[in-house]
């Protein structure tokens, strides 16, 4: 028996999840990205060679890794807030708001990140 | 008007699959978590202040590894290449591993409907699983 699901694409773009909703799919963006650039990263440096040294030559872009800092960083810290809010279900109520410290927290480190990031590498 | 019970007594409840890696799912975050701080503080004591960059620091925090952050100033990695230090990557690669790839299974599974598709989506994340732990801890006790 398959599963029924009565809502098509279309409508699931249209729903209005707002905050919450947001936090949902970048956490999803952000975890796939992770296991598709550890998985390759390990990959890469075992079978090395050149397609390894090819790989890691996109890791070391500078895009690349603002890429990648913002999922890691953006799933570590949503994964937290997601850790709290289910182990204490008491404090969901209080889940908006721990939304905005969450942003709280995120950009600011995000912002330093990439200002080192870019002045790395185009700075010199 | 008698309140509606909203919780059942957990014997009752069961733990099947889903909800034990549920758990495991928010578990594996903390130790991860774990691992990275103590990483970081591993980083800190190699000298991260004055002889590494930021992208070694995390690189390090990461994957503690010495091949891993060979283009730093720190004069002598031999001494970071103990038993202590492959044990904490080793431990990383399990949880952040069986963290990932079952994640991926559920995001997977929220658009695949078909049974047998899912059964066959099953088997081939949990050998990626095993596969990517495998090829991991190699890694790491060969470095």
């Known amino acids: 028996m398959g599963l029924k699901r009565n809502v098509g694409l279309v409508t699931g773009l249209r729903y209005q999840g707002r905050g919450p909703m947001l936090t949902f799919i970048l956490h999803r963006i952000g975890g796939l990205g992770i296991v598709i650039f550890v998985a390759t990263h390990m990959l890469s440096s075992f079978l090395g060679g050149p397609a390894g040294v090819f790989i890691n030559t996109i890791y070391e872009h500078w895009a690349f890794q603002i890429f990648i800092f913002f999922c890691a960083l953006f799933h570590a810290i949503n994964g937290l807030r997601i850790v709290v809010l289910d182990l204490w279900p008491r404090l969901i109520e209080h889940q908006r708001e721990a939304i905005w410290v969450e942003w709280a927290v995120f950009l600011p480190i995000y912002a330093i990140a990439v200002i080192v990031i870019l002045s790395t590498a185009l700075g010199g | ?143």
């Open chain 2, 1 to 143: 008007m008698a309140e509606k019970r909203r919780t059942i007594p957990l014997a009752k409840r069961g733990f099947d699959f889903e909800t034990v890696m549920w758990i495991y799912t928010r578990l594996s975050a903390l130790v991860m978590y774990l691992c990275a701080f103590i990483g970081l503080a591993g980083a800190l004591i190699m000298g991260a202040r004055t002889q590494m960059n930021l992208a070694d620091v995390l690189r390090w925090t990461f994957m503690p590894n010495p091949n891993h952050v060979l283009n730093t100033n720190v004069p002598d990695l031999a001494p970071w290449a103990t038993v202590f230090w492959k044990v904490m990557g080793s431990i990383f690669i399990v949880f952040a591993t069986s963290h990932g790839l079952h994640g991926l299974l559920s995001i997977i599974e929220d658009y695949i409907t078909r049974t047998w598709v899912r059964r066959t989506i099953r088997i081939i994340v949990l050998l990626l699983t095993l596969l990517m732990i495998g090829i991991g801890i190699y890694m790491i006790l060969t470095a």
